[in-house]
């Protein structure tokens, strides 16, 4: 199956990612590997630089997952806000 250009795959993007974001197991996993990181760090000592900073990394990759979701519906957002403008429009 092809997968959607142009709006219409913003929009189908953007629909999956906020069904991911309302997952609870999905938003659960998410904030328990957060806190592992953060736990992790904490009780790291400055000398475990590599250690820190895997740790350090794995937070902002779960952050970078998390904000292209969250742009991903914003984007969604957008286009229908527009799509739903142009419809009231032309009905005018």
């Known amino acids: 199956?092809?997968?959607?250009?142009?709006?219409?795959?913003?929009?189908?993007?953007?629909?999956?990612?906020?069904?991911?974001?309302?997952?609870p197991t999905f938003s659960s996993t998410i904030a328990a590997l957060v806190h592992d990181c953060f736990t992790a760090f904490t009780t790291s000592t400055p000398s475990q630089s590599a250690k820190r900073e895997e740790t350090y990394n794995l937070y902002r990759g779960l952050q970078a997952i998390e904000a292209e979701l969250v742009s991903r519906v914003q984007n969604m957002e957008e286009i229908v806000r527009r799509q739903d403008a142009e419809h009231e429009d032309l009905e005018d």
Do not use: F, R, V, Y
């Not at 199956?1 to 993007?13: D, F, N, R, V």
């Open 1 to 23: 199956m092809e997968p959607h250009t142009g709006e219409q795959g913003i929009i189908s993007g953007g629909l999956a990612a906020q069904a991911l974001l309302d997952n």
